[in-house]
């Protein structure tokens, strides 16, 4: 059984900062990709950031310059530092990862956080 449990959201104003943290535990043999996505009241859910297991990110344009994506492979976590957040930040934010989760397959499966709850006040 395989967990993603993310941490960190809160309520924040304008300009302000948040760090979200990203922890996998359970039966884990190795993590391919790891990304953040974020999902705004009445609309679809959509990619914010994504590093590989070799630690190359890419940013949706909206976050570019403001968010930083990183991972530390030891201990199976993934962080987003949103710096100078604007309100239309504000949503869940869900943590995905490929995650191999038996020794004798090197099949990779996706898994989802439960999400944490980001607020921008203007």
């Known amino acids: 059984q395989v967990r993603l449990v993310e941490s960190g959201g809160g309520l924040v104003q304008a300009g302000g900062s948040l760090r979200l943290s990203c922890a996998a535990s359970g039966s884990i043999f190795g993590i391919n990709g790891m990304d953040w996505y974020r999902q705004a009241p009445g609309k679809q859910r959509e990619a914010v950031a994504t590093?590989?297991?070799?630690?190359?990110?890419n940013y949706a344009d909206s976050v570019k310059g403001r968010f930083t994506i990183s991972r530390d492979n030891a201990k199976n976590t993934v962080y987003l530092e949103m710096n100078s957040l604007k309100p239309e930040d504000t949503a869940i934010y869900y943590c995905h990862a490929f995650i191999r989760t038996r020794i004798v397959s090197y099949e990779y499966a996706a898994y989802w956080g439960q999400g944490t709850q980001v607020t921008v006040s203007s």
């Open positions: 590093i590989t297991s070799g630690g190359t990110t």
